[in-house]
């Protein structure tokens, strides 16, 4: 069983940065694929990026160039830096976990966090 505590959404204008943060309490982390999805109001969720427990990272073609994933297995922690927000970037963020692999599908994955507000205003 995994936990999963997202941390570091706000409010940014166009064109700033955030840094989201998921600590995992619980399980082996660094066998665990771990991912970010999104949700933006009346749509559904999205993948937005994925490392594999070997470090392969995968990103959806609209953050690619501005996101990038990493995880830190010594800390438990996995992070999406996002560069280059944008209005359409707003949604809440989700942490993902599964022990199987990483994949863009959220119904893959068996561990999610409580999500975190990111708001991009212009």
């Known amino acids: 069983q995994v936990q999963l505590v997202e941390s570091g959404g706000g409010l940014v204008q166009v064109g700033g940065s955030l840094r989201l943060s998921c600590a995992a309490l619980?399980?082996?982390?660094?066998?665990?694929?771990m991912a970010w999805f999104r949700q933006a109001p009346g749509k559904e969720r999205e993948f937005v990026a994925a490392?594999?427990?070997?470090?392969?990272?995968y990103f959806a073609d609209s953050v690619k160039g501005r996101f990038t994933i990493s995880r830190d297995n010594a800390k438990n922690m996995v992070y999406l830096q996002m560069n280059g927000l944008k209005p359409e970037d707003t949604a809440v963020y989700f942490c993902?976990?599964?022990?199987?692999?990483?994949?863009?599908?959220?119904?893959?994955?068996?561990?999610w966090g409580q999500g975190t507000q990111v708001t991009v205003s212009s």
């Open positions: 490392v594999s427990s070997g470090g392969n990272t």
């Open positions: 619980g399980g082996t982390f660094r066998s665990y694929a």
């Open positions: 993902a976990a599964d022990r199987l692999r990483a994949t863009t599908f959220a119904y893959e994955y068996a561990y």
